[in-house]
């Protein structure tokens, strides 16, 4: 796999036959197509949903925002305007969105310093352990690895565990501006290792 | 560009900044191509990420989501005016009240990322229900000439909106308090020196739909006793350009 991103997202049937893409799908779930959505969904489902998941950590939340995004995505399928990103990239942006949104507003009410205190495990990690075989896993493995230390910590926190930047940077002890421009080179090395063009 | 802002595209792009913060970014982002492009180019980035952590959901999760596509109208394709606002100050009522088509297209704004308000989802059948009741509004929003202007005061907002086409003016305020004892807003057309009554605000968060029949400079709202004014008995809280 290379370069573009919609390309990364064009996945293949168990035959080994090109399905359609998910932009082809949308364009008909823009008219209302159930059966064209019901595919969207089965390309799109594992990825949003453990997306979801890897954020949320709670099984039955994470579920209830699959089914928002989803739902989201057939209501304003016609609204969709490919000119701004994949259809996949959109579905991510949802998902994490709702997910952070999500984490934070229960959040909100109890002590969200006790989290960030209590976080123990080794969060930029847990992908790398957590790849499969699966040659799009092996690549963002390789290309997280090209990361320095700060900017794969940095992106990793906000991106999987939905922390904001000046939490991201008080668990790393590092001055917020440091950890700001960290997120943004640390991504745009990320971009350009994975090829992601325009 | 606003160098330091641009230095944000990154954390926007992870959602790792405060909602305050977000806001801000996204008021830039409608006016800076460079910072678009690269957002853009970042989400593909971290969806790369995410598609990483790919797993299986249950398979009755399935079944719910088609069930609930069955159970879900779909909104109309968007061609609306553009206007940058976002959804966490607008008071619920108001958003209650909007046809959804209308406030999608006024969030829309060339990224998709004006959708995403909760609050949309939340009220997303309220919405439905009352479409009817704000076609007015929605006319003037979805209006092909539709012109807006947005202006931001201290602690509330005000988007004015005219269609030449359709003669309407609307004026949507957000986050404006009460009035004191049982005075009212009114809006006033000012041109020059002379203002002429557009009409009252009948609550602080419901918008305002008139007939733009009146040359103006500029919107002025004004605090006035119940039931308004011939003329303004007070200087005006808030003037806003006149759109167009």
């Not at chain 2, 909007?98 to 297209?105: N, R």
């Not at chain 2, 709202?221 to 039931?227: C, D, N, R, W, Y």
Request: with cysteine; proline share 5%; net charge negative.
């Amino acid at each position: 796999m290379h370069g573009e991103a919609t390309e990364g997202a064009r996945p293949l049937s168990a035959s080994g036959a090109q399905q359609a893409t998910p932009e082809e799908l949308m364009a008909r779930v823009a008219r209302g197509d159930e059966h064209a959505f019901a595919q969207l969904y089965d390309q799109l489902a594992d990825r949003v949903f453990g997306l979801v998941r890897r954020v949320m950590r709670d099984p039955a939340q994470s579920e209830e925002v699959t089914q928002e995004v989803f739902l989201e995505l057939w209501r304003t399928a016609a609204r969709f305007d490919s000119t701004q990103g994949s259809v996949a990239a959109w579905s991510m942006t949802l998902a994490h969105r709702r997910a952070v949104d999500r984490v934070r507003s229960a959040q909100a009410s109890t002590a969200r310093d006790t989290r960030v205190a209590n976080l123990q495990v080794d969060p930029y990690d847990s992908v790398a352990d957590e790849v499969t075989s699966r040659l799009e896993h092996q690549q963002v493995r390789r290309c997280l690895e090209t990361l320095t230390t700060v900017q794969h910590e940095s992106v990793t926190l906000a991106y999987y565990q939905g922390y904001t930047y000046s939490e991201v940077a008080r668990l790393l002890d590092t001055p917020l501006g440091t950890v700001k421009t960290r997120l943004r080179d640390g991504l745009i090395r990320l971009r350009d290792c994975l090829g992601v063009t325009r | 560009m606003n160098a330091d802002i641009h230095m944000l595209t990154g954390a926007y792009v992870l959602n790792a900044l405060s909602e305050d913060e977000r806001e801000a970014f996204e008021a830039h982002l409608a006016r800076c191509t460079a910072c678009a492009r690269e957002v853009h180019e970042l989400r593909e980035t971290t969806a790369r990420l995410g598609f990483a952590a790919a797993e299986s959901p249950p398979a009755s999760l399935r079944s719910r989501v088609l069930a609930g596509v069955r159970n879900t109208r779909q909104l109309p394709p968007d061609e609306g005016p553009i206007v940058p606002l976002r959804g966490r100050k607008w008071p619920l009522r108001v958003a209650t009240g909007l046809a959804a088509a209308s406030i999608a297209g006024l969030l829309a704004l060339g990224t998709h990322s004006m959708l995403l308000d909760q609050e949309l989802t939340e009220t997303r059948q309220a919405l439905e229900r009352s479409e009817h009741a704000y076609g007015e509004l929605t006319e003037v929003l979805t209006a092909p000439d539709a012109d807006a202007v947005h202006h931001d005061a201290e602690d509330a907002a005000v988007t004015v909106i005219v269609s030449e086409s359709r003669g309407k003016l609307a004026v949507i305020p957000h986050g404006m308090s009460e009035p004191p004892g049982d005075d009212i807003y009114q809006v006033w057309f000012i041109e020059g020196d002379t203002p002429t009554s557009a009409g009252l605000l009948a609550e602080p968060d419901r918008p305002l739909v008139t007939d733009a029949d009146h040359p103006a400079d500029v919107l002025g709202i004004t605090v006035e006793p119940a039931g308004g004014s011939d003329a303004p008995t007070s200087e005006p809280i808030m003037v806003v350009a006149y759109p167009g």
